[in-house]
């Protein structure tokens, strides 16, 4: 009797000691793998990129403006006519659609002396979300003679005595003095008759006052 349960004593040892050996066991081996899951997910943020204050910004007008049609808070649509490039990238491409605003606009039957246009961009147009801008204004002024031809002026006191000769005194003189005093702004002598009239694809090239970051 006591051989019989010595035998079932070592049986049931026996069957214990298998069972504990067959159990799943946990090692390091299993979380590497969760471990570099998880970094997986890290992503690191993208550089922000910064357009710096002087950039050039060129683009042909979506909307026709005009020193006779236009009012001062009216706004209009341009696209880019060449890319923006920073240092070797493309930051804007060609057809970036942009906003601008009319700043003021004196047409000649509302003044005396010439007529003119003051515009500036406002607004990069983007699907994820508008960015603002400040750009210098871009002045045009009506020619005062058939004789002379369309020219561009730029500079400070001298951009304002052309203004102020070529009006002939008066509010001639005071845009000149206006215009002058802003250093930097790009001022335009229109031609076509006693009004600024730009059309749909007109050109023009606005000064970025401020760096934008993109």
Excluded: W
Aim: with cysteine.
């Amino acid at each position: 009797m006591k051989r019989v349960l010595y035998t079932l004593l070592i049986s049931v040892l026996f069957l214990n000691v298998t069972a504990c050996s067959s159990d799943p066991s946990t090692t390091s081996a299993d979380s590497t793998p969760r471990a570099v899951a998880a970094g997986a997910d890290k992503v690191e943020p993208a550089a922000k990129m910064v357009i710096p204050v002087g950039t050039r910004i060129r683009v042909a007008l979506l909307n026709a403006v005009s020193s006779d049609k236009s009012r001062a808070g009216d706004q209009f649509m341009a696209s880019l006519s060449e890319p923006v490039i920073i240092d070797g990238k493309t930051i804007l491409p060609k057809g970036t659609k942009l906003r601008g605003r009319v700043m003021d606009a004196a047409g000649s039957g509302r003044v005396k002396g010439r007529a003119s246009l003051q515009l500036t961009l406002m607004q990069i147009v983007r699907e994820d979300g508008n960015i603002s801008i400040l750009t210098k204004p871009y002045t045009a002024v009506a020619e005062s003679t058939k004789k002379r031809d369309a020219a561009v002026i730029g500079g400070g006191a001298g951009l304002g005595a052309a203004i102020g000769a070529i009006a002939g005194g008066g509010k001639g003189a005071a845009i000149g003095a206006a215009v002058g005093g802003g250093a930097g702004t790009g001022t335009v002598l229109a031609t076509k008759g006693k009004e600024v009239r730009f059309g749909v694809e007109h050109p023009l090239a606005f000064t970025l006052a401020d760096s934008v970051e993109l």
